[in-house]
T-cell receptor, first 109, second 115 residues
Framework: TQLLEQSPQFLSIQEGENLTVYCNSS?????LQWYRQEPGEGPVLLVT?????EVKKLKRLTFQFGDARKDSSLHITAAQTGDTGLYLC?????????FGAGTRLTVKP | NAGVTQTPKFQVLKTGQSMTLQCAQD?????MSWYRQDPGMGLRLIHY???????DQGEVPNGYNVSRSTTEDFPLRLLSAAPSQTSVYFC??????????????FGEGSWLTVV
């Protein structure tokens, strides 16, 4: 079983729709990060959240860290085809960074 | 602006062969790590290093060796390749330990197939 469970595993939507993906764990993390990975490339950091309950916005992307620092969500408003990719969450604890399996998002024109 | 550079990009090995995946970063980062990425499994930490001369095991270290003789380089060695090591390997670096929420910079990946 994964330390970080991401859902849904796959998501296919039309351009302009809104969506939310989730990252859940039974463990507490000192920080949580979201990455986006495109085919043939390494993951690229989108955001880091550190404080329980923290909300960060990056243009059309809204990230929230759960109050207990065990879970997080990523909401995308008015999705665009350029948002297509694999979204990974990663939780940090001491020397360790653990990744979820990711949500593969496809935004169709 | 190289960042993290991995070589080779693609490699096919026969079972039992050994090889080294090279990784270099030019950002003077102390922390470097190797991950493997498999479908449905996410990125799993193989080995990491907090500085030159210091290495430690991650989540899935068996079958792999690392060394850190310089700040810049962190090679990953497969001692005797097995089909279970077929995967995409990513090298990563950051200025500090992950716990502080620091940005981790990834290389572009190395696709390894063991037949």
């Amino acid at each position: 079983t994964q330390l970080l469970e991401q859902s849904p595993q796959f998501l296919s939507i039309q351009e302009g729709e809104n969506l939310t993906v989730y990252c859940n764990s039974s463990s507490v993390f000192s920080s949580l990060q979201w990455y986006r990975q495109e085919p043939g490339e390494g993951p690229v950091l989108l955001v880091t959240v550190v404080t329980g309950g923290e909300v960060k916005k990056l243009k059309r992307l809204t990230f929230q860290f759960g109050d207990a620092r065990k879970d997080s969500s990523l909401h995308i408003t008015a999705a665009q085809t350029g948002d297509t990719g694999l979204y990974l969450c990663a939780g940090a604890s001491n020397n360790d960074m653990r990744f979820g399996a990711g949500t593969r998002l496809t935004v169709k024109p | 602006n190289a960042g993290v550079t991995q070589t080779p990009k693609f490699q096919v090995l026969k079972t039992g062969q050994s090889m080294t995946l090279q990784c270099a970063q030019d950002m003077n980062h102390e922390y470097m790590s190797w991950y493997r990425q498999d479908p449905g499994m996410g990125l799993r930490l193989i080995h990491y290093s907090v500085g030159a001369g210091i290495t430690d095991q991650g989540e899935v270290p068996n079958g792999y060796n690392v060394s850190r003789s310089t700040t810049e380089d962190f090679p990953l060695r497969l001692l005797s390749a097995a089909p279970s090591q077929t995967s995409v390997y990513f090298c990563a670096s950051s200025s500090m330990l992950p716990g502080g929420g620091n940005t981790i910079y990834f290389g572009e990946g190395s696709w390894l197939t063991v037949v």
